[in-house]
């Protein structure tokens, strides 16, 4: 390796993944460290002078094709790479006053590169573009008066949202009222959302009051939506819109109208946001990943929506394991997903590794939008306008297990067709409010899986048949398909050996949902037992 027979540098402690590359948790408030060590083994000495130097550099990337258009293609399929450096920090490892004399051996040189508070956006890899992260360890020394001469590696380092950072997000609760007086042409409506701050798995919810329409309501339409945003030369803006909705919900009225004086028509809208498919939110100086609850109200008099309401939405990233073990490669999070992949990734923490402690956050403090830049940044994307841009209109999912998948619940009477459940009332209701059957939403079924975790014993091979069913009913699972464990006598031994396939055409679970969330399960505690014999080995 050049004037070098060994010239590498790892990552200590919290800051080394099992692969041996680095990690790093900064930003949100919270400063750290980076903490590694240079390994030097040089044939020939050095002079007097030479020094190590560590240098961390953070970039964010777009990808543009020659007409100057996003280009969705990735990195080696693009015409121009837009960059922008947005930190940049330096320490010295050691200085060799003396210069260095080998004897042979591999000298081992230790550092602490400090990481400040702001600034630092957690590791992003889209097709559009990405954030990222270099540590350039350079050894630097002269020959002579004249000529400087220098060698150095360059190795990725991710970066991820603290967990400090992530508990700060979810107690700052972030409620939304917006209310649109009634026109002649415009219906009257208020939406309220008690917090807008959410893991991916949780639900949202949103009371909904339509006071006055100026002619008779055909339909109500409710998403949750995510697009990324990408900027290139110029301020040049390209969106990235995902396939489909994390969730939605269509409701069709058998032609209703509301007037002055009539009693206000009610939802209690209850949406999950999928896991599979959720990003955390992201601002970072050329990408940012936005989420919203997207409400439009069509009237009789159009197929354009009457009213569209647009309430920003924060998803806060889970929680990592930066106090317990190594993070895998954040290339390989949307891998890990069953369904259809996103083209993007961001390192946001293991998307299946939540705390051990449930959260039990308060939810009824006052906070302002103003408080959080991610919020301060949506407030001033809330829309409530008439037509709605054909690229931000409804979709409906068409792929079946992706409608069983959704899971979503909702409190809507009347001839609504949602994904995940059909109201069994054909009935329309003025006011009605139901809750999730899970309990809160706030809490995500993730969270359950690890409480329980901890009060079964750390091998799932020994549970035995009822602390089996323990486990499938913390996934969320009902009742009847817990007793189909119980009742086959699935034990530890076989529980782990359960296929996708198993689960649907030997034990019946009829589902998607409820088969996608116990394979889940499996396939975390099978990396668990993985991740404990690579430490034990």
């Not at 400090?114 to 600034?119: E, I, K, R, T």
């Not at 008690?194 to 055909?218: C, H, M, Q, W």
């Not at 699935?490 to 689960?503: K, N, R, V, W, Y």
């Given at each position: 390796?050049?004037?070098?027979?060994?010239?590498?540098?790892?990552?200590?402690?919290?800051?080394?993944?099992?692969?041996?590359?680095?990690?790093?948790?900064?930003?949100?408030?919270?400063?750290?460290?980076?903490?590694?060590?240079?390994?030097?083994?040089?044939?020939?000495?050095?002079?007097?002078?030479?020094?190590?130097?560590?240098?961390?550099?953070?970039?964010?990337?777009?990808?543009?094709?020659?007409?100057?258009?996003?280009?969705?293609?990735?990195?080696?399929?693009?015409?121009?790479?837009?960059?922008?450096?947005?930190?940049?920090?330096?320490?010295?490892?050691?200085?060799?006053?003396?210069?260095?004399?080998?004897?042979?051996?591999?000298?081992?040189?230790?550092?602490?590169?400090?990481?400040?508070?702001?600034?630092?956006?957690?590791?992003?890899?889209?097709?559009?573009?990405?954030?990222?992260?270099?540590?350039?360890?350079t050894v630097t020394w002269s020959e002579s008066l004249l000529?400087?001469?220098?060698?150095?590696?360059?190795?990725?380092?991710?970066?991820?949202?603290?967990?400090?950072?992530?508990?700060?997000?979810?107690?700052?609760?972030?409620?939304?009222?917006?209310?649109?007086?009634?026109?002649?042409?415009?219906?009257?409506?208020?939406?309220?959302?008690?917090?807008?701050?959410?893991?991916?798995?949780?639900?949202?919810?949103?009371?909904?009051?339509?006071?006055?329409?100026?002619?008779?309501?055909?339909?109500?339409?409710?998403?949750?939506?995510?697009?990324?945003?990408?900027?290139?030369?110029?301020?040049?803006?390209?969106?990235?819109?995902?396939?489909?909705?994390?969730?939605?919900?269509?409701?069709?009225?058998?032609?209703?109208?509301?007037?002055?004086?009539?009693?206000?028509l009610t939802r209690k809208l209850v949406l999950l946001i999928?896991?599979?498919?959720?990003?955390?939110?992201?601002?970072?100086?050329?990408?940012?990943?936005?989420?919203?609850?997207?409400?439009?109200?069509?009237?009789?008099?159009?197929?354009?929506?009457?009213?569209?309401?647009?309430?920003?939405?924060?998803?806060?990233?889970?929680?990592?394991?930066?106090?317990?073990?190594?993070?895998?490669?954040?290339?390989?999070?949307?891998?890990?997903?069953?369904?259809?992949?996103?083209?993007?990734?961001?390192?946001?923490?293991?998307?299946?590794?939540?705390?051990?402690?449930?959260?039990?956050?308060?939810?009824?403090?006052?906070?302002?939008?103003?408080?959080?830049?991610?919020?301060?940044?949506?407030?001033?994307?809330?829309?409530?306008?008439?037509?709605?841009?054909?690229?931000?209109?409804?979709?409906?999912?068409?792929?079946?297990?992706?409608?069983?998948?959704?899971?979503?619940?909702?409190?809507?009477?009347?001839?609504?067709?949602?994904?995940?459940?059909?109201?069994?009332?054909?009935?329309?209701?003025?006011?009605?409010?139901?809750?999730?059957?899970r309990g809160s939403p706030r809490v995500g079924y993730l969270?359950?899986?690890?409480?329980?975790?901890?009060?079964?014993?750390?091998?799932?091979?020994?549970?035995?048949?009822?602390?089996?069913?323990?486990?499938?009913?913390?996934?969320?699972?009902?009742?009847?398909?817990?007793?189909?464990?119980?009742?086959?006598?699935?034990?530890?031994?076989?529980?782990?050996?359960?296929?996708?396939?198993?689960?649907?055409?030997?034990?019946?679970?009829?589902?998607?949902?409820?088969?996608?969330?116990?394979?889940?399960?499996?396939?975390?505690?099978?990396?668990?037992?993985?991740?404990?014999?690579?430490?034990?080995?």
């Amino acid at each position: 390796m050049g004037r070098f027979d060994v010239f590498e540098v790892k990552g200590h402690g919290k800051n080394l993944r099992a692969d041996g590359g680095i990690v790093a948790y900064a930003g949100w408030g919270f400063s750290s460290s980076i903490e590694g060590c240079v390994k030097l083994k040089a044939p020939k000495p050095l002079p007097r002078g030479a020094k190590i130097i560590a240098e961390l550099a953070g970039m964010t990337s777009t990808y543009w094709t020659y007409g100057n258009k996003l280009n969705l293609e990735g990195k080696d399929k693009t015409a121009t790479v837009h960059t922008q450096q947005f930190q940049k920090l330096q320490v010295e490892v050691k200085s060799f006053a003396d210069g260095l004399v080998p004897d042979g051996s591999v000298l081992k040189y230790p550092f602490e590169l400090a990481l400040p508070s702001n600034g630092m956006f957690p590791s992003f890899e889209g097709t559009g573009g990405r954030v990222y992260y270099t540590l350039k360890i350079t050894v630097t020394w002269s020959e002579s008066l004249l000529r400087a001469t220098t060698e150095d590696i360059e190795v990725p380092v991710f970066l991820f949202v603290p967990n400090n950072g992530v508990n700060k997000l979810l107690k700052s609760v972030s409620r939304f009222n917006h209310e649109v007086p009634p026109s002649q042409e415009k219906c009257g409506v208020s939406i309220r959302v008690p917090t807008t701050n959410f893991r991916p798995g949780d639900s949202v919810e949103a009371d909904l009051a339509i006071y006055f329409t100026p002619f008779k309501i055909r339909m109500l339409q409710v998403s949750i939506r995510s697009e990324v945003r990408y900027l290139g030369p110029s301020n040049k803006e390209g969106i990235y819109k995902f396939p489909r909705p994390l969730s939605e919900i269509n409701e069709s009225f058998a032609l209703i109208k509301v007037n002055n004086g009539d009693p206000a028509l009610t939802r209690k809208l209850v949406l999950l946001i999928d896991p599979t498919l959720a990003q955390p939110s992201l601002e970072s100086p050329l990408i940012s990943v936005k989420t919203r609850l997207q409400v439009n109200i069509v009237c009789d008099n159009s197929e354009s929506p009457n009213i569209t309401l647009q309430v920003p939405l924060m998803i806060v990233p889970l929680m990592s394991s930066e106090d317990t073990q190594p993070l895998p490669d954040p290339s390989d999070l949307i891998n890990q997903l069953a369904l259809p992949p996103s083209p993007m990734s961001i390192a946001s923490g293991s998307p299946r590794i939540i705390p051990r402690d449930p959260l039990s956050l308060p939810r009824g403090q006052s906070f302002s939008l103003d408080q959080s830049p991610l919020i301060r940044s949506y407030s001033n994307d809330f829309q409530s306008s008439s037509p709605v841009s054909p690229n931000f209109g409804p979709r409906r999912i068409s792929e079946a297990s992706m409608q069983q998948g959704l899971g979503v619940r909702t409190s809507f009477d009347g001839n609504a067709s949602q994904s995940g459940s059909v109201p069994s009332s054909p009935t329309m209701s003025r006011t009605r409010s139901t809750r999730s059957s899970r309990g809160s939403p706030r809490v995500g079924y993730l969270d359950a899986i690890e409480a329980v975790k901890s009060e079964l014993p750390s091998d799932p091979m020994s549970w035995t048949t009822q602390q089996v069913g323990m486990f499938v009913q913390a996934t969320g699972a009902p009742e009847d398909v817990v007793q189909l464990f119980t009742g086959e006598d699935i034990d530890g031994s076989i529980f782990m050996s359960l296929t996708m396939e198993d689960l649907k055409t030997v034990l019946n679970i009829p589902m998607f949902s409820h088969r996608h969330r116990i394979m889940k399960a499996i396939q975390e505690l099978e990396n668990s037992i993985a991740r404990k014999s690579s430490h034990s080995s």
